[in-house]
Nanobody, 118 residues
Framework: QLQFVESGGGLVQPGTSLRLSCEAS???????????LNWVRQAPGKGLEWVSE????????NYADFVKGRFTISRDNGKKTLYLQMNILKPEDTAVYYC????????RGRGTQVIVSS
């Protein structure tokens, strides 16, 4: 399978931006460039919530309504890395963010914490 390591989180003020990264390691027979990839998140005390997805080539993206127009997902298959550019952050974006191969968080890593607070 793929193993993911998320990074780039932190404590930021509302209205600012962060860029998350997710680097993948490939096991034999599993190739980063073959997979749809997702960002999911888990806010304190809540369940996993799907945020965004991108197809293997990077040409097609989808977003949850609550991040449309603010977040941008992208990928670099050569670097085996997934990104999430987060703009106009809101306190309700506070969560641990994970990359995964499914909307339900399959194969997700340890995550990266994002705290949006003034």
């Amino acid at each position: 399978q793929l193993q993911f390591v998320e990074s780039g989180g932190g404590l930021v003020q509302p209205g600012t931006s962060l860029r998350l990264s997710c680097e993948a390691s490939e096991a034999s027979g599993f190739y980063f460039s073959n997979y749809f990839l997702n960002w999911v998140r888990q806010a304190p005390g809540k369940g996993l919530e799907w945020v965004s997805e991108i197809n293997p080539s990077g040409a097609i993206t989808n977003y949850a309504d609550f991040v449309k127009g603010r977040f941008t997902i992208s990928r670099d298959n050569g670097k085996k890395t997934l990104y999430l550019q987060m703009n106009i952050l809101k306190p309700e974006d506070t969560a641990v963010y994970y990359c995964a191969i499914s909307h339900t968080g399959l194969w997700r890593g340890r995550g990266t914490q994002v705290i949006v607070s003034s």
